[in-house]
């Protein structure tokens, strides 16, 4: 059995950050980071290599799993702010979860990223002219790297640790023990065991069950959370460019009349493109955008998301979202797709409809009726939100927009942790996305670079 001082379960922003931390400080402390994806090279989609037009379900997902995690192939996005993208805030306090941020922010642009454009929405139009509608434009800092940049800025940040920090990829932990001394047995799929003093559980939205899993098992207290279900937008860039030039991503709420339900505007990409990602065998939509121009395409897209609780007597909201995923993978082989025109009339997007469509699709999905697979109550907000959207963005409510569905957001269950992060088996620490603390780049990464100063301290 190898023998480690801390093992790190999972490479995504929060392990990624927290090894980098370790590895800065020098902390006299042998490291193992495991991880069940890929190294940060071989991330390659193969719809990207042009081997499929389609997702074929690789196992495990390269988009969602590997060196920097699902948020190594997004659009390189940071939130700097505490108004949404976690509650890091409600365990570290306000001051000290910016401070951490903020740091965060550091680090990239040392890596790389200090010619990417810092945005803000505090002093910006367009929050007054968002209230003219009951729209809400949440305040935060952005730092949009663009899928590019942010691939070769963790790969500065792999140079950087690689030496100092083991590092094993391919690796599924199956179990997880305690022994009687306090010190921890990770045992893979693969036969191999490691023993650590102090082991993190930073496994992000794709590990979220792995961890909920291991949390039963040690008796660690967790409460359900959400899920986000929704389409992804696609429309003209020209319709959001006095937005996206100005705020870049806008972080807009609208309450709905007809339910008083929140409808949110989520990961907005200016000449990006659409993309697919497999969670858990699921295929869901998301949406990336690039640095280099030469890589922009005509159109931008975001989601628009309806949070879904659930009590008594169902409260596994993650459940609800899959079988709502499964069944758009089910109609349409994978991602459907539909026109908002076609969508508010009550008929299918077929391929006769889509030759006609003058927004061209930068994802190949399957024309269909989303009205089949979102839930009314859902689907009435999201049409509403269109609505309201195109008072301020003229054109959003076009016939030709486009729809892909579903998107969906799933969070892990809140694991009950201190202000260090560590639950209530002591020197068990969870952090990042996987442990429903945070929702973002930003707070998932400050979370790990604030465990790693912890245990540096005790090192």
Known sequence: MKQYDIIIAG?????????????????????????????????????????????????????????GGAGTLSDGKYNITTQFGGDLHNYVGVDKAMELMEYVD?????????????????????????????LHLLEAKVRHLGTDRNVRILGEMYNYCKDKIDMQFHT????????????????????????????????????SKWISQICDKMGVEQKKNRVDIGVRVELPAEIFKHITDDVYESKIIYQTDKYNDLVRTFCMNPY????????????????????DPSLHTQNTNFALLVSNHFTEPFDDSNEYGESIAKLSNMLGGGVLLQRFGDLVKGRRSSERRMRKCFTQPTLQATPGDLSLVIPKRQLDD?????????????????????????????????????????????????????SGVTHSLSQASASGVHVARILAEKY
């Open 11 to 67: 490479a995504g922003a929060s392990g990624v950050f927290m090894s980098y931390e370790l590895a800065k400080l020098k902390v006299n402390a042998k490291v193992l980071v495991l991880d069940k994806g890929s190294r940060l090279e071989e991330r390659v989609c193969p719809i990207k290599r042009g081997l499929t037009k389609s997702c074929v379900k690789c196992n495990p997902c390269h988009i969602m799993n590997g060196y």
């Open 106 to 134: 550091e680090v990239l642009c040392s890596m790389g990223g200090a010619s990417a454009k810092l945005y803000s929405t505090g002093n910006s139009q367009l929050k007054t002219e968002c209230l003219k509608y009951d």
């Open 172 to 207: 599924v932990v199956s179990d997880v023990t305690r022994e009687e001394d306090g010190t921890f047995v990770v045992t893979t799929t693969a036969g191999e065991q490691f023993s650590c003093r102090d082991l993190v559980l930073a496994t992000g939205r794709s590990g």
């Open 272 to 291: 990006g493109e659409v993309v697919s990602e497999n969670t858990n065998g699921i295929v869901t939509v998301n949406g990336h955008s690039y640095d």
């Open 382 to 434: 999201i049409i509403e939100m269109i609505y309201a959207l195109d008072k301020i963005a003229p054109g959003t409510a076009n016939e030709d927009t486009l729809l892909y569905g579903v998107e969906v957001k799933f969070y892990n269950s809140v694991v009950r942790v201190d202000g260090n992060l560590e639950t209530s088996v002591p020197n068990m620490y969870a952090l990042g996305d996987g």
